[in-house]
């Protein structure tokens, strides 16, 4: 492969593969050390096409998520079950993975905007800005840039575009469904929230025991199912449907944060 071959995004392959085996030597300890991440599923991963593929998911950091799911992921191709034990998988990591984050959050300084080079598609956010409500139309440029990485690999979505839990589906991962067709697979994931803080960057607590359920792809109606019948199905798949909202009390809620973190893992 030619040292300077590039992505359809003008991005260098050999600057990209480096980038992913640096973040990932640095954040593979909090996964592993720090705190620990249990992994079911993994086996669907080495079951995927190499392209059109759209993994959707609940969203807690804005990074700590996608970064774990690198790991999982290569861990996975690399014949791992359920474990990112031995980082060895990181060496060759797989080059054509994508993910869908807000292009303010991508720009808020040089540590974001090296992470976008790894593999970020910046959206320009239609219902929210610098913290404010607001209404705009999409931009084609950035559905133009979700097909561009579909028709190349794997795309990782937050459809909820938010890390406030049970919050509303966009619409637009339904459209997107519809109209590309992708193998569509759902992860449920859990702990991160607890362990970092909102941004993904700092370790906030330790013993943290984290979680990602990699589910069966959805069998999806592309041609008759609604956007609407789409949402809802989302939202029970990444468990945000409204119905599985459980209200409890503060000591209800540390009694099984407590009992959670007794659970964890770890490995010598």
Known sequence: MPIFKRNPFGHILFIKRWLIRIFGVVSHGRYRRFNSLEIE??????????????????????FADVAAMFHVFNAALKGRENSIKNIGYIWKPKLNIYYIAA???????????????????????????????????????????????????????????????????????????????????????????RAYDKKGLLIKKRNVLQSMVIKQPMEIDY?????????????????????QLKVISPEEFKKQEDELNKQRKFWS
């Not at 599923?41 to 804005?62: A, C, M, W």
């Not at 809802?232 to 990444?238: A, G, K, W």
């Open 223 to 243: 041609d008759n199912e609604t956007i609407e019948e789409i949402i809802e199905r989302i939202q029970f798949e990444i468990e945000q449907h409204p119905s």
């Open 41 to 62: 599923g993994s086996e669907i991963i080495r079951q995927l096409p190499d392209k059109n593929v759209l993994f959707i998911s609940n969203h807690q950091t804005y």
């Open 103 to 193: 292009s303010e959050t991508m720009k808020a300084g040089l540590l974001p905007k090296i992470f976008a080079y790894v593999g970020s598609i910046s959206i320009e956010r239609t219902w929210r800005s610098q913290g404010k409500d607001v209404n705009r139309q999409v931009k084609m440029s950035d559905i133009s840039n979700i097909k561009k990485a579909l028709n190349d690999g794997w795309v990782i979505t937050f459809p909820q575009g938010t890390t406030t839990p049970f919050k509303p589906i966009r619409r637009g991962t339904a459209h997107i469904i519809k109209t590309y067709k992708p193998v569509v697979v759902p992860i449920v994931i859990d702990g991160f929230r």
